[in-house]
């Protein structure tokens, strides 16, 4: 046997099956990460779904803010006289 040959049945033998592994688990890996993007872009299509009445609830923030904010003044108003 030639030098080469013996290299060649290393390579057949140990190397090669090495590297089928290690691609096999890479594969493993890049089809649990495909999953994982998978469900994250439905989770975002159907979040998308869910923001189409978003104006509407800041006018209705607005107008809380408002009411909370004039209710304040209100009750500022006299706190300040009883104790000043």
């Given at each position: 046997?030639?030098?080469?040959?013996?290299?060649?049945?290393?390579?057949?033998?140990?190397?090669?099956?090495?590297?089928?592994?290690?691609?096999?688990?890479?594969?493993?890996?890049?089809?649990?990460?495909?999953?994982?993007?998978?469900?994250?872009?439905a989770?975002?299509?159907?979040?998308?779904?869910?923001?189409?009445?978003?104006?509407?609830?800041?006018?209705?923030?607005?107008?809380?803010?408002?009411?909370?904010?004039?209710?304040?003044?209100?009750?500022?108003?006299?706190v300040?006289?009883?104790?000043?």
């Open positions: 046997m030639s030098l080469w040959m013996i290299g060649n049945l290393i390579l057949l033998i140990v190397i090669v099956p090495v590297l089928v592994a290690l691609l096999n688990r890479l594969l493993a890996a890049t089809e649990r990460i495909r999953g994982a993007t998978d469900d994250t872009l989770g975002g299509v159907a979040l998308i779904g869910e923001l189409h009445n978003t104006p509407e609830l800041l006018a209705t923030t607005d107008e809380v803010i408002k009411e909370v904010a004039n209710g304040a003044v209100r009750y500022a108003g006299p300040s006289k009883l104790l000043g």
